[in-house]
């Protein structure tokens, strides 16, 4: 009789554990896509400004080197391109001719 209840009481614990990670998982999980969309536009949005800045001073070393060192801290390649598909930089192993 002890075992039964102790098997119920058991199955019931983990019912309830499982009813409660499941949303606060959920919510961590979209909490943590959010957090990523938000530095991934961010960081599309600086290289907008620089990669316009080097297309107005006819210079890329800026956006270059930039772009180099956000492949060396992230470990993903970068590519710009200007209006007319022109690559102007391309960094971490990533180019123009591959598909994202």
Known sequence: MRARLLVVLVALALAVVAAFAVPLLTATAEQRTQQLVISRTADVDRFVVLAQQAVDTR???????DAARYA?????????VDARRVPLVQA???T????A
């Open 59 to 65: 210079d890329p070393a800026a956006v270059a080197a």
């Open 72 to 80: 060396e801290l992230y470990g993903e390649g970068v590519v710009i």
């Open 92 to 94: 971490g192993g990533l």
């Open 96 to 99: 123009a001719a591959e598909p």
